[in-house]
Structures are given as C-alpha cells and as structure tokens.
C-alpha cells in the first residue's frame, strides 16, 4: 500500500471512528484549558505557577514543597502538594483563591480553540447535553462561556475545583458530578479532552474518551497513555456532529 493510500485510509477509519463516538453521545463532557481555549495564551503557565510558589514563599511556607514541584511549572501541582500537606487548611483555600484569580484575569486574553465554539453550538442545537469537567476554577470556566455566548450552551453543568481539592484529575470526581447533574448515562456520554489525566478520569468513570491536541507531540502522549482516538483538529468533530445533526 502506498503512504497515500494509507493515510487515506487512516482517515476514513477516524471519520468511522468519529460518527461513532458523537452519534453515540447524548451527553459530551469537555476539558476546558485545550478542548475549549488555550487559558494562559498570553501568560506563561509556569509563570503562574511561580507566582504561586512565591505567594507560599512570602508567609513562610516555602518547606511544604518539594524542590521539584517548586519548578515544576505546574499550578496546580503546587496547589496539590500544599493541600497534601494542609488539607482542608486555610492555607490551602487562601492558595486556591489565588490560583482563581490568575485563571479568572486569564479568560480575558484566552485563545479559542479552532472550530470549538461551532462545535459546542452544533451539539447543543441537536440536542446534545453538554458540560465541562475540569482542575480550573468554575468561576473561570463561566466567566470565558459567558464572554464567548456559549454560557446557555453549559450552565448548570459546570463542574471544577471546589472546597475539597484532594480529587482533582484525574481522580474521577468532576467527571461523576458532571454525569450527575446532566442526569446522564456513563455508557451514553463521551468526554472530550487533551491529556492522560482526562483520559484517566473518563475511564474511571465509565465514559469513552476523545483525545485532542494540536500539538502532535502532546497528541502522541494520549496515544501511549491508550487513547483509541485522537485529533489534531476539532474540524472533523464538527464536520461528524453536523452530520449526526442531518434530518
């Protein structure tokens, strides 16, 4: 077989795979830093999570993290590591409230995903019940919705962090809460998100999974983490949920 032929085919068995997984869905749950938007588009995500380390710094609190995850660059690791180390703590929500922040002043220059708000639209005017299960903060998550106009397309079904940081993903919990309040079917729902701990948290609540990323590299790691489906692009998800949508 030829490259071409074979990445024709490649593509042929995605669509199947993609008509399958949307036609199937009467419920789709989205990640919100990928799927929907790209948050930190004009801030360095490790910048944010510096700034944390610093805050924890500044109050004498520098010893409840590990030299790696002060560099790891990730905030909500470090919100992880104090709430292991405080849980329940004031410390800790203190800590939380300042990570919102960031992520809520982040929402004013977030990137759009390419072709996510057609897609959120189509599914929704078919039919579809939609919610996002997400670490961010569900202020944040509303305050982009409702910037965009997609926040009727979600509300009530948005589901992040809360009071109890301890099951953030990919501990399965936002994803049960986000089947509970749609009132959905495990077996009827699929979550569309871009890294293992999504991955992780869709099977550990019974949902099938759809990766994304438009960074191959990070397209690849969903791969070797066992994801059977994944796309660089949401075009041909839209192009399947508007075929599903065809009288």
Request: proline fraction near 6%; aromatic fraction near 4%.
């Amino acid at each position: 077989m030829t490259t071409d032929a074979a990445h024709t085919e490649q593509a042929a068995h995605v669509v199947e795979r993609l008509d399958d997984l949307i036609g199937g869905a009467e419920h789709v749950l989205f990640d919100f830093d990928g799927p929907i938007c790209r948050l930190f588009a004009r801030s360095r995500l490790h910048e944010v999570a510096q700034s944390l380390v610093e805050w924890l710094e500044e109050r004498g609190s520098r010893a409840l993290l590990a030299d790696e995850e002060r560099a790891c660059g990730d905030p909500h690791a470090v919100l992880r590591a104090v709430s292991r180390a405080e849980p329940g703590g004031d410390l800790v929500q203190r800590l939380e409230a300042e990570l919102t922040d960031a992520e809520l002043l982040a929402t004013m220059t977030a990137w759009p995903t390419a072709y996510a708000d057609p897609l959120m639209r189509t599914l929704s005017a078919i039919g579809v019940g939609l919610a996002v299960a997400t670490n961010h903060s569900p202020r944040a998550v509303e305050a982009y919705l409702t910037g965009r106009g997609l926040r009727e397309c979600f509300v009530p079904h948005i589901h992040g962090r809360t009071t109890d940081l301890r099951p953030l993903k990919p501990d399965p919990d936002c994803v049960h809460r986000a089947l509970a309040s749609l009132g959905a079917d495990p077996e009827a729902s699929l979550m569309i998100g871009d890294t293992p701990s999504d991955l992780h948290a869709a099977r550990g609540a019974g949902v099938r999974f759809l990766g994304y990323s438009n960074d191959p590299f990070r397209a690849e790691r969903l791969r070797r983490a066992g994801a059977t489906v994944v796309v660089e692009s949401l075009e041909p998800v839209l192009e399947a949920a508007r075929r599903v949508g065809r009288p």
